[in-house]
């Protein structure tokens, strides 16, 4: 997740606030029906707030969870030919 906010845009809701400027892009992507896909390779401890799970949830999209070890570019084709399946 990024840790930079965005100092200018035409988006509504950009406050510069890293967590704030993501989840309000994740809100343009829902109004405007973009086909989302959040992939979290973050390895972390599993309290607190996860802000990739929060994003695919805002935007609509579908969340994976690879941060358990898994051999990324064989689940990454995994879900890609899933996911154009479903479109």
Do not use: C
Not at 25 to 52: C, M, S, V
Not at 70 to 75: G, K, L, Q, R, V
Not at 79 to 85: A, G, P, V
Request: no cysteine; glycine share 6%.
């Amino acid at each position: 997740m990024t840790n930079v906010g965005i100092k200018k845009s035409d988006l509504k809701n950009i406050t510069g606030n890293p967590i704030n400027d993501v989840l309000a892009i994740g809100r343009e992507l829902a109004q405007d029906k973009i086909y989302t896909i959040i992939i979290d390779f973050e390895k972390k401890i599993r309290q607190g707030r996860n802000l990739n799970l929060e994003l695919a949830v805002i935007s609509n999209g579908h969340y994976y969870d690879l941060k358990d070890g898994h051999d990324s570019s064989m689940a990454i084709d995994k879900i890609l030919n899933y996911e154009r399946k479903l479109l």
